[in-house]
């Protein structure tokens, strides 16, 4: 999942928090059923006692629009997993790891094929304008979802449903896509193939409810027009203190099926510009959560042992990144050449970034981050990562600009002084430690291939996204969180025409492994597939400098009880969380 949100920007410069859906999903099987009640999950049979005042401070999430089937970012997830009521809910208690819960289904089967699931919904949930949650939300979410001309980025989430490729491909109609609605408490979803991780994609914010009459109603102002909206979910959106970007305001939605065990009133974001106003807002109690703030991180680890409040430090599933324009080439006309990409990408100093310039993370010289599975297994347990062998390879910087020189023969722009060769870096963020930031990419770069490297900054993250979108650059700054954990979530993103490959990356061979997963059960055999993408990503024909996986470090009061921070989901689930003892 995308992290290039404006909001996002404030707690950290390039690896900021966190991502989006579910790791462990319950399996169903013919005849069984998950009937995991989340209302059980949260403190049962606890004694806990509530303060007065359920209101739960945090920064601002600000998502990029109200219309979930356009979800693809950190902070657009964390809002709409608040406010709907998709099919399962992440849960994590921090004691007995990760799983899902049923949340707008109750429970669900799976054919003795593994083709068909079905879904059996709530009857007791409602909108929060009182009408029913029912079945044909769900389905109409995935029609919308696979409906071309709606161009959303995670489409292809829904390609393993039956005929869903081919309908968003236009060679298929509505009624051949496979999902049916039973009746109004009853989904029938059916597969092409069988698909392990299915599960974890139909619990993304994409696939959650929607009503088409208030769609038609509102038109293309759908997804931006909020007085319009309703949600399924634990809160809802308080509309008239929305100020877009500045600040947003949830309260509890009476109407939720479980709204009996949601204890927090109210949950104020607001967007806080400077890193040191967070630590005296979280240092007063005027804010009850924050994240990585550098220059506190030794300070409050410190008073966190000493039991000021909790602090949450690990490795994260985000893998920080550098993409090559491939749509154009680039300003400079060579990033279509791999040699050049993998020069550049080996001339990055992923140590020096993470030892010496941030002092946290860890060197990344592959796609797939540290804490992903394939399988039981640890996938970084099984596979070197990549670029440890290209680097070892090149391993001076006579090397390394002799490969260079080769991509630039390649290309007929060879020259004697690679100095006159100008690559163009784009990212955003004008403050002191953003541009401490970029001088330190521009030195070392150049150190190492001898070149120019052109730093353009831009103040706004929105003229940011347009110059992204207009391909007016070489290389571009971004970040890929897990969607589920598995490492398909991160190689699938290079599909060609994939909905979140906004490099234009394309490579034939990779979108035939691809497809070649399509149905495998084998972890085996997925492994070496993974492999394989993982090495023409990273070095055989580059499509990203990948240079950092994240960690995450973050503090919260000790009075904020039952907060919790999915490893795979939204970057906070506020659903189970209260206040006690403030």
Not at 110 to 122: I, M, P
Not at 153 to 165: C, D, L
Not at 401 to 411: I, M, N, R, S, V
Request: glycine share 6%; charged share 25%; proline share 3%.
């Amino acid at each position: 999942m995308s992290l290039e949100t404006k909001s996002m920007k404030k707690l950290s410069i390039f690896m900021m928090l966190v991502f989006t859906i579910l790791s462990l999903v319950g399996c169903g099987s013919s005849g069984t059923k998950d009937a995991i009640s989340s209302s059980k999950a949260a403190d049962e049979g606890e004694k806990v006692s509530y303060d007065k005042d359920q209101t739960l401070r945090t920064i601002l999430f600000s998502p990029l629009s109200w219309d979930s089937t356009q979800c693809y970012d950190t902070s657009t997830s964390t809002v709409l997993s608040a406010v709907d009521a998709g099919l399962y809910r992440v849960y994590n208690d921090g004691k007995n790891g990760e799983k899902s819960v049923p949340d707008g289904a109750e429970s669900y089967e799976l054919s003795k094929d593994g083709l068909v699931y079905t879904f059996h919904l709530r009857s007791n949930n409602k909108w929060s304008d009182g009408v029913a949650v029912t079945a044909q939300n769900y389905a109409d979410a995935i029609v919308r979802l696979l409906t071309p001309k709606n161009a959303c980025p995670y489409a292809f989430f829904g390609f393993g449903i039956k005929n869903g490729e081919e309908y968003y491909n236009g060679t298929a109609k509505k009624e051949d896509l496979g999902v049916k609605v039973v009746n109004d408490t009853t989904l029938e979803i059916t597969l092409d193939e069988p698909d392990p991780i299915f599960l974890n994609k139909i619990s993304y914010q994409c696939f959650m409810p929607i009503r088409s009459d208030i769609i038609d109603k509102t038109g293309d102002k759908y997804g931006t027009d909020l007085s319009s909206q309703v949600f399924s979910g634990p809160f809802k959106v308080k509309v008239d203190e929305y100020v877009k970007d500045s600040k947003l305001v949830l309260v509890k939605n009476e109407n939720y099926w479980d709204a009996a065990n949601v204890h927090l009133e109210r949950i104020e974001m607001t967007d806080i510009e400077e890193f040191s106003t967070q630590a005296q807002l979280f240092e007063s109690k005027q804010l009850d959560i924050t994240g990585s703030l550098n220059d506190y991180v030794a300070k409050w680890t410190k008073e966190a042992k000493q039991g000021a409040f909790r602090s949450d430090i690990s490795n994260g599933t985000g893998m920080s990144y550098w993409a090559f324009n491939r749509k154009t080439g680039g300003t400079s006309g060579l990033m279509n050449n791999a040699k050049i990409r993998l020069a550049l990408s080996l001339a990055y100093d992923r140590e020096g970034y993470c030892n010496d310039l941030v002092k946290r993370y860890t060197p990344a010289y592959g796609i797939v981050p540290l804490v992903i599975h394939n399988g039981k297994d640890i996938y970084r347990d099984k596979v070197v990562e990549p670029l440890k062998a290209a680097k070892e390879k090149y391993n001076t910087k006579e090397k390394l600009q002799a490969l260079f020189h080769e991509g630039l023969k390649e290309e007929g722009k060879d020259v004697d002084d690679l100095s006159k060769i100008k690559i163009e870096f784009i990212s955003y963020g004008t403050d002191a430690a953003s541009i401490s930031y970029f001088d330190w990419y521009k030195q070392t770069i150049e150190k190492a291939l001898g070149i120019t490297l052109k730093v353009t900054a831009l103040g706004d993250y929105y003229a940011y996204s347009d110059a992204k979108a207009a391909y007016k650059y070489d290389i571009y700054s971004s970040a890929w969180y897990a969607d589920y954990d598995d490492p398909l979530t991160y190689l699938d993103v290079f599909q060609t025409d994939g909905g979140n490959n906004s490099m234009k990356y394309s490579n034939t061979e990779v979108d035939g492994l691809l497809k070649r997963l399509k149905g495998l059960t084998d972890q085996s055999e997925r492994l070496k597939i993974y492999t394989q993408i993982e090495q023409i990503l990273t070095v055989d024909d580059p499509a990203i400098i990948p240079y950092a996986y994240s960690d995450v470090r973050r503090f919260t009061h000790n009075y904020v009880k039952g907060f919790q921070t999915p490893s795979f989901g939204p970057t906070y689930e506020f659903k189970w969380a209260y206040i006690s003892g403030k």
